[in-house]
């Protein structure tokens, strides 16, 4: 089974309009982290946020809002108020505590987003 | 506080020869991940290292590929004999400390080309 499902290869969203992107995760672990990154065309990754399996409030950070709902394993990102420099790549990825040296990031496949005028 | 550094950015060889990849930690970190991406894919975890040690390279090929980090420089992926399949974007990751809720930190990438 995949550990980190986005499920939208491609979203449009209109400029100053508010997009969700999926993510869904697989993990017995009781102990992980879930991140986003943006990827823009120049190929960097962009940390943009993140959060602890224990965490109780949602993350934010600026425009970013990350909708953990751990019943259901989605940690879906909210980007507010797009612009035209979203528009990217955007990965979601998971580390779980696991045991001894299980620090790795899985990513998941990623989402390709277009704002638009 | 400088990133992450990787060098070269780009790199073109020819198949049958090697590649060497570079990655310079944040200042103060001690721990290096390398991840691959492959065209129109998602990052795929190869090896995490310690200073002297491996201590996970559970992604890495059996064959060919190799990771080290010395004591004193940057870690160093190694790619042997390449192939065209080797083509892909090697980005190295660190981070301060092991654990779920310690950020990794990318570097700006290699972009491996095998002609």
């Known amino acids: 089974a995949q550990k980190i499902t986005q499920t939208q290869p491609g979203m449009f969203v209109q400029e100053k309009e508010a997009v969700t992107l999926d993510c869904t995760y697989d993990t017995s672990d009781p102990s992980y982290g879930l991140f986003w990154y943006k990827q823009p065309s120049s190929g960097e990754m962009i940390f943009l946020i993140y959060?602890?399996?224990?965490?109780?409030q949602n993350a934010t950070e600026g425009r970013y809002s990350l909708n953990f709902q751990k019943a259901r394993k989605s940690a879906n990102l909210v980007i507010s108020a797009s612009q035209l420099g979203d528009s990217a790549m955007y990965f979601c990825a998971m580390r779980e505590k696991g045991t001894g040296t299980a620090s790795k990031l899985t990513f998941g496949t990623g989402t390709r987003l277009q704002v638009t005028l | 506080n400088a990133g992450v550094m990787q060098n070269p950015r780009h790199l073109v060889r020819r198949r049958g020869q090697e590649a060497r990849l570079r990655c310079s930690p944040m200042k103060g970190h001690s721990h290096v991940y390398w991840y691959r991406q492959l065209p129109e894919e998602g990052l795929k975890f190869m090896v995490y290292l310690q200073k002297e040690n491996i201590i996970d390279e559970s992604g890495m090929p059996k064959e060919r590929f190799s990771a080290e980090f010395p004591k004193e420089g940057p870690s160093i992926l190694r790619i042997q004999q390449v192939v065209r399949g080797d083509s892909a974007a090697y980005f190295c990751?660190?981070?301060?400390?092991?654990?779920?809720?310690?950020?990794?930190?990318f570097g700006p990438g290699t972009r491996l080309t095998v002609t």
């Open positions: 959060q602890g399996s224990y965490d109780q």
């Open positions: 990751a660190s981070s301060p400390r092991q654990g779920a809720s310690y950020e990794q930190y």
